[in-house]
Each structure stands twice: as C-alpha cells, then as structure tokens.
C-alpha cells in the first residue's frame, strides 16, 4: 500500500506565496518521476511540474518563472514553492509518482495524492 500526502494549500492574495508539500509513504522500494499537477472548475486537469529522480525538471509555461520545484529523495516528498500567485492560479493541486513497490518486484505504478485546495483571490 502507497499513500501521498499532500499539504500547504490555502487561500492567498494576488502575488503571494505558498509552499506544498508530497509526502509517498508505504510500501516503496524506488520513486521515479513525482510532479504537481492543477485541475480548476470546468477544466481538465494539467501538468504544472515535474522532476525525475536526478533532478532534472519541467514546468507549464504559465507559471515558469514563478513556481520552483524540488524533492527530497530521503522522505520520499516533492514540493511545489509558488510565488507571485495569480487568481488564475486557483485550482486543486495534485501531486503525482511514479514508484516501484516494495511488495512486487519490478512493479511500477502512478499513485496520485488526495489534492489541494490553492485559492488566489482578494
């Protein structure tokens, strides 16, 4: 069993921060490829980052410039620091993994987190 932890969501004004967290737990031999994913009323949801193991990292190109993401592979967790929020950035926000259970052998899946509430607004 493999569970993601998600916390930091909130409601902030316009050009405020915020910090998520991720946390994996369970029964976890390796994890790949974590990211943050968005969904907002009546759209489908979207990648916002990603990073893979090594570090390297991806981001949507509306919030380039404004939103860093990191992990830390000794606690299994992501983070997504957010700055000069924008209204638009208003959504649910995912996180994302890709791991290799402990119990099966070479058995790799996607596990998503329970979600976030983000609220940009005045």
């Known amino acids: 069993q493999v569970q993601l932890v998600e916390s930091g969501g909130g409601l902030v004004q316009p050009g405020g921060s915020l910090r998520l967290s991720c946390a994996a737990s369970g029964s976890i031999f390796s994890v790949s490829a974590m990211g943050w994913y968005r969904q907002a009323p009546g759209k489908q949801r979207e990648l916002v980052a990603g990073i893979v193991s090594g570090g390297s990292t991806n981001y949507a190109d509306s919030v380039k410039g404004r939103f860093t993401i990191s992990r830390d592979n000794a606690k299994n967790t992501v983070y997504l620091q957010m700055y000069s929020l924008k209204p638009e950035d208003t959504a649910v926000y995912y996180c994302?993994?890709?791991?290799?259970?402990?119990?099966?052998?070479?058995?790799?899946?996607?596990?998503w987190g329970q979600g976030t509430q983000v609220t940009v607004s005045s």
């Open positions: 994302n993994a890709q791991i290799q259970s402990s119990l099966v052998p070479y058995s790799w899946n996607a596990y």
